[in-house]
């Protein structure tokens, strides 16, 4: 069963720039989750998308946002890109919700803002 | 506010020796505490996964118990190998919020 696959790996932005970020989780998983990752701050909740419908947000402003189609397939955009952008995101997902059942991570986009 | 605090930041040991990391957390109530280990680069695989009902779940080397009482829970590694450098993350889930809520990881790395 393959796992869950991010693309793509490693991006250059520059500020004011936008980005998007895909996702595709594990054959048969409905929920998919985003996480920013900084050596300061850990792993942050942006957003989980269960059967197409945001589930839960964390504390990012408008500037990130996302969708999950009908493939369970996600896709996170970031607009206006700041230089704080700047980090490792994570996408996992999960058969049933995310804060009950296993989460599987795919290994991350890597995220540079110039 | 809820938090979830683990320590120590980073570890190091000698191959074949044991250590044990500390989670404490405020998150209450709670429906599950998971243990994460997440190698540099790379995402995060899960270890264990405890309700708040469990004490103790094993995965191989690894150990992981839970008192509910004190709000702590600890991972115990046995035997370390080399592949055991990495950071594990402690995360417990809200039932209120619906959300997961991460700790900062402890860095352990392993020297031959």
């Known amino acids: 069963k393959a796992g869950v696959t991010q693309t793509p790996r490693y991006l250059i932005k520059t500020r004011g720039q936008q980005v998007t970020l895909s996702c595709s989780p594990i054959?048969?998983?409905?929920?998919v989750s985003w996480y920013q990752q900084t050596p300061g701050q850990g792993l942050q909740f942006l957003f989980e998308?269960?059967?197409?419908?945001?589930?839960n947000k964390g504390n990012f402003p408008g500037r990130f946002s996302g969708r999950q189609f009908s493939n369970s397939r996600s896709e996170m955009n970031v607009s206006t890109l700041e230089l704080g952008d700047s980090a490792l995101y994570l996408c996992?997902?999960?058969?049933?919700?995310?804060?009950?059942?296993?989460?599987?991570f795919g290994p991350g986009t890597r995220l540079t803002v110039l | 506010k809820n938090q979830v605090e683990q320590s120590p930041q980073s570890l190091i040991i000698l191959e074949g020796k044991n250590c044990t990391l500390q989670?404490?957390?405020?998150?209450?109530?709670?429906?599950?505490l998971r243990w994460y280990k997440q190698d540099t680069g790379r995402g995060p695989v899960s270890l264990t996964i405890?309700?708040?009902?469990?004490n103790t779940k094993s995965n191989g080397r690894y150990t992981a118990t839970l008192d509910a009482d004190t709000k702590q829970s600890s991972l115990h590694i046995t035997a370390s190998q080399l592949s055991d450098s990495a950071s594990y993350i402690c995360?417990?889930?809200?039932?209120?919020?619906?959300?997961?809520?991460f700790g900062t990881g402890t860095r352990l790395q392993v020297f031959p």
């Open positions: 996992a997902s999960s058969h049933g919700l995310a804060d009950t059942d296993t989460q599987y």
């Open positions: 054959s048969g998983h409905r929920s």
């Open positions: 998308y269960f059967s197409e419908t945001q589930r």
């Open positions: 989670c404490n957390y405020t998150v209450s109530p709670f429906s599950n």
């Open positions: 405890m309700t708040f009902s469990e």
């Open positions: 995360v417990v889930s809200s039932p209120v919020t619906d959300k997961l809520i």
